[in-house]
């Protein structure tokens, strides 16, 4: 993973510090991108790798994920997200600057959560909402295999919200978090990778956020979000399966296209890096290329007699 041109922190609303990092030329196009349960920073690094040679990249770890610090147990909710992600923005971008903003899972829900907020009207020129969705999570999930309904939904809450403690990495430990989060043909590679990052997230923080998600309800946000706005997903996610996606798209006001990945699962950034990567870098050639200006609004002098 590439090392960051500078690492900063930001106060979010109710004071909780964040960890930023940035990547890239200060004066190249702008992308946020926003981590997922349980994830940190370093699951964009095929992204932030592949970017941050002509854009500047600019992550950072959820509260309570990677450096930033757990906060108190009221702490975490979908309003608190669009808190984080609105006080990045700020820290990050000059007023009126644009960006093309992508989230993985809680961090699509984020961009869901913050649509409406003033730092997001001003600062996002597209959107893409990777491997994620904004209600019935925990019906709609296939990670246990057992036919819909109220005991399928149960035992379902009870796996993503258990309390046990991940404990270290293990051949064991990779095999049940490929079979629930990535598709059949990942390399084992990247299934230790996410399995890394997953069993660094502190346990309280992970239970905190499963009660979030397991009641979460962001369609509202959904419609809200004006920007152009990409889905993309893998056709094998138990955790947020493709009907998420594609229920999403239609609510969505200016959905540009939805992106099936055959065989992929839920960590599409880093079983798929190429392709995640290609959605972003067409949304930024879209919407930050060179008919827009820093604040995304079009050149005036593009096209004019001479």
Same mark, same amino acid.
């Given at each position: ?46 992204? *932030? ?44 971008? %000059? ?18 959560? %913050? ?75 990247? *299934? ?56 999403? %798209? ?29 959605? *972003? ?26």
């Amino acid at each position: 993973m590439s090392r960051p041109v500078r690492e900063i922190s930001a106060r979010s609303a109710d004071g909780s510090r964040l960890h930023i990092e940035v990547y890239g030329s200060e004066g190249a196009p702008a992308i946020v991108l926003s981590h997922g349960w349980t994830c940190s920073t370093r699951f964009w690094a095929g992204q *932030i790798d592949d970017l941050a040679g002509d854009h500047r990249v600019i992550v950072y770890d959820q509260r309570g994920h990677g450096r930033s610090p757990a906060v108190g147990r009221h702490g975490y909710t979908t309003d608190a997200l669009a808190d984080d992600l609105e006080a990045v923005l700020g820290a990050t971008l %000059a007023p009126g600057e644009k960006a093309v903003l992508a989230g993985h899972s809680m961090g699509g829900m984020t961009l869901m959560a %913050a649509s409406a907020r003033p730092a997001f009207r001003e600062h996002a020129a597209a959107a893409l909402l990777c491997s994620t969705g904004s209600s019935r999570l925990v019906a709609e999930s296939l990670v246990v295999p057992m036919r819909p309904g109220r005991l399928r939904t149960r035992l379902t809450r009870m796996i993503l919200g258990a309390r046990a403690p991940l404990g270290p990495v293990t051949p064991l430990s990779k095999r049940l978090l490929r079979y629930g989060t990535m598709g059949p043909g990942t390399a084992p590679d990247r *299934i230790a990778t996410c399995a890394r990052i997953v069993h660094a997230c502190p346990r309280a923080v992970r239970v905190a956020w499963s009660q979030v998600l397991g009641s979460l309800d962001l369609d509202a946000g959904v419609r809200e979000l004006r920007v152009p706005t990409a889905v993309l997903t893998g056709t094998a996610d138990r955790l947020t399966p493709p009907v998420l996606a594609h229920r999403t %798209a239609a609510a969505l006001p200016h959905c540009v296209g939805v992106t099936e990945l055959t065989g992929v699962g839920h960590m599409t950034p880093v079983e798929a890096p190429e392709a995640v990567t290609a959605v *972003i870098r067409g949304l930024v050639a879209d919407h930050l290329g060179a008919g827009a200006d820093r604040t995304g609004h079009a050149d005036e002098t593009e096209g004019s007699a001479v």
